[in-house]
């Protein structure tokens, strides 16, 4: 029979393991959210505005440390460890739903976020105005690049790559008077190529969504998608428990 002592050492032994694993899996969480409204027919890229002042009520209740985009990054970059149960909010596209629902309930819970614009949809009807940007901007919202036409990165050429990063770039520095930093691949479309055009052209950290098979990768944040059947609150936690990407299918960033 094994002794007393040996039992509890290898019993210790499996809990530094486990410890060990939760840690290297966890990643911080990074939301990505569309729109905030209702939609004209069922579609995955919609919360609905109670939904999503329920799932930041969670956040404030529960402690989680809401954190700007540009900090998480530079957290990265840096190599630095994140505190679990830090989060950090972001929203795609830059539709006018987001400052109608979404900003007035961050406003109201203290939250930041990072909202990244289709610049070639600014002051569509639908869609954000010069305006709504500006007003976002300074009451604490990141406003990123989205490109300017939303084009699917990886089918361009890199000189087109170029063209997309660098002229939404400017025109969203040219709108908000200051520099823009922050870049989310439409529909997370990454390669090396794009990582390569997106440094070129200034930006300091860029998002995708489940592209990339290694964390740590700041011209690569991979996020978890938030969208209408993430209304569940369990489902939400889950989301945001830093380890709802395990076993999830990652795509590999192509050269």
């Known amino acids: 029979m094994r002794s007393p002592i040996i039992k509890v050492a290898a019993f210790l032994c499996l809990v530094v393991l486990s410890c060990a694993l939760a ?8 939301l ?6 209702f939609p004209d027919s069922p579609s995955g890229l919609y919360v609905s505005p109670e939904t999503f002042e329920k799932q930041m009520e969670f956040l404030k209740v529960h402690r989680y440390r809401v954190v700007p985009l540009a900090e998480l990054a530079a957290l990265i970059r840096e190599k630095k460890p994140v505190p679990q149960k830090t989060v950090a909010v972001t929203f795609d596209d830059g539709y006018l739903d987001n400052f109608e ?12 976020a990072a909202l990244f614009m289709i610049t070639g949809n600014i002051g569509k009807e639908g869609w954000l105005s010069e305006e709504d940007l500006r007003i976002l901007d300074e009451a604490g919202i990141t406003i990123g690049s989205h490109t300017v036409s939303h084009a699917f990165l990886p089918e361009l050429k890199p000189e087109e790559v170029g063209k997309e990063l660098a002229a939404s770039k400017k025109k969203l520095e040219e709108v908000l008077g200051h520099p823009v930093t922050l870049l989310s691949y439409p529909a997370g479309g990454v390669t090396e190529p794009a990582i390569q055009e997106a440094r070129k052209a200034g930006y300091e950290a860029a998002l995708t969504t489940n592209y990339g098979r290694e964390k740590g990768n700041v011209y690569a944040i991979r996020r978890v998608k938030i969208s209408g059947n993430s209304g569940n609150l369990f489902r939400f936690w889950a989301k945001v428990s830093g380890y709802y990407h395990v076993g999830k299918k990652r795509i590999e960033i192509k050269q």
Do not use: D, Q
């Open 23 to 30: 840690v290297s899996a966890y990643e911080t969480p990074v």
């Open 32 to 37: 990505m959210y569309h729109h905030v409204g």
């Open 101 to 112: 629902n979404a900003f007035p309930v961050l406003k109201e819970m203290g939250f930041p």
